[in-house]
T-cell receptor
Framework: DSGVTQTPKHLITATGQRVTLRCSPR?????VYWYQQSLDQGLQFLIQ???????AKGNILERFSAQQFPDLHSELNLSSLELGDSALYFC???????????FGSGTRLTVV | AQTVTQSQPEMSVQEAETVTLSCTYD???????LFWYKQPPSRQMILVIR??????QNATENRFSVNFQKAAKSFSLKISDSQLGDTAMYFC????????????FGKGTKLTVNP
């Protein structure tokens, strides 16, 4: 157990639907990062939150949004889902960048 | 922009032998960090080793060591005494110290350890 908890582990949904992925960071970590891993794109940075505030944004689609709550857990919302959104979505947390991330086990999203 | 390149999509090694995975990177930053992550079939991402760019000494963690060549922007991972449990995807990653703290990942090298 890495200490970073992601739920659900697996999610199957239809095109056009909306889903919410949840992440609880490791105790004491203030930063949460979301990454998308698809077969042909490797790990793509989506967004980072630090202590409730958006800190950095990557190639995140407008259909996707995220937030970090006062208890530091984060949610990634994916809407108007398309087949191409099928991927493994990772959450990671860190106290600061110098020690490297701790990753959660990921959410496998399948859009059918 | 920062980039990370892993030129070996797949590699294989016999159990107990040594293997080296290559990684090159590009950054205009003077202070940065480099990482190797392992992703076994379970899909969990596991930090293997990290290197601070300001340190000349190569990092070592048990059977894992790096060869950090700053001028050449090269950061290879050496796995000694390979074990079956080392079979995994290995990702090289680059992080900038300060500012945005995202990591940029290479596309990975799939390593298979054969018995």
């Amino acid at each position: 157990d890495s200490g970073v908890t992601q739920t659900p582990k697996h999610l199957i949904t239809a095109t056009g639907q909306r889903v919410t992925l949840r992440c609880s960071p490791r105790s004491g970590d203030l930063s949460v990062y979301w990454y998308q891993q698809s077969l042909d794109q490797g790990l793509q940075f989506l967004i980072q939150y630090y202590n409730g505030e958006e800190r950095a944004k990557g190639n995140i689609l407008e259909r996707f949004s995220a937030q970090q709550f006062p208890d530091l857990h984060s949610e990634l919302n994916l809407s108007s889902l398309e087949l191409g959104d099928s991927a493994l979505y990772f959450c990671a947390s860190s106290p600061h960048t110098t020690v490297g991330y701790t990753f959660g086990s990921g959410t496998r999203l399948t859009v059918v | 922009a920062q980039t990370v390149t892993q030129s070996q999509p797949e590699m294989s090694v016999q159990e107990a032998e040594t293997v080296t995975l290559s990684c090159t990177y590009d950054t205009s930053e003077s202070n940065y960090y480099l990482f190797w992550y392992k992703q076994p079939p379970s899909r969990q991402m596991i930090l293997v080793i990290r290197q601070e760019a300001y340190k000349q000494q190569n990092a070592t963690e048990n059977r894992f060591s790096v060869n950090f060549q700053k001028a050449a922007k090269s950061f290879s991972l050496k796995i000694s005494d390979s074990q079956l449990g080392d079979t995994a995807m290995y990702f090289c990653a680059l992080g900038r110290q300060g500012g945005s703290e995202k990591l940029v990942f290479g596309k990975g090298t799939k390593l298979t350890v054969n018995p």
